[in-house]
């Protein structure tokens, strides 16, 4: 039912910046837990940034936190990528969980219930 479509991917020097920006067509994200995630060639998928139903709570991957932010609104799931490095290069995922508990930060992908198609980040030196 949730149709997930990221975009703001590209390619940028390590240390730049780029934002990501996540919606599903047609309806709100108020009733969705959303998240972030990636992939890299050869890697399995990784957890990298959660926010909760309303918005009020986040947490990080220990290789993104204080360099990543996810924040929501009704619209959209969106992750401001600061001080961007060579390993963040990734396939980036966004999803999202219906039925979630207020307040609850889910991290583990089979949490997610929809995900978007993925957009590509490539950080070059």
């Known amino acids: 039912q949730v149709h997930l479509v990221e975009s703001g991917g590209g390619l940028v020097q390590a240390g730049e910046s780029l934002r990501l920006s996540c919606s599903a067509s047609?309806?709100?994200?108020?009733?969705?837990?959303m998240g972030w995630f990636r992939q890299a060639p050869g890697k399995e998928r990784e957890f990298v940034a959660t926010?909760?139903?309303?918005?009020?709570g986040t947490k990080y991957a220990a290789s993104v936190r204080g360099r990543f932010t996810i924040s929501k609104d009704s619209a959209k799931n969106t992750l401001q990528m600061n001080s961007l490095k060579l390993e963040d290069t990734a396939v980036y995922y966004c999803?999202?969980?219906?039925?979630?508990?207020?307040?609850?930060?889910?991290?583990?992908?089979?949490?997610?219930?929809?995900w978007g198609q993925g957009t590509q980040v490539t950080v070059s030196s």
């Open positions: 047609g309806r709100t994200l108020s009733d969705y837990a």
């Open positions: 926010i909760t139903r309303v918005g009020g």
């Open positions: 999803a999202a969980r219906s039925t979630s508990l207020r307040g609850t930060l889910y991290t583990k992908d089979t949490d997610f219930n929809y």
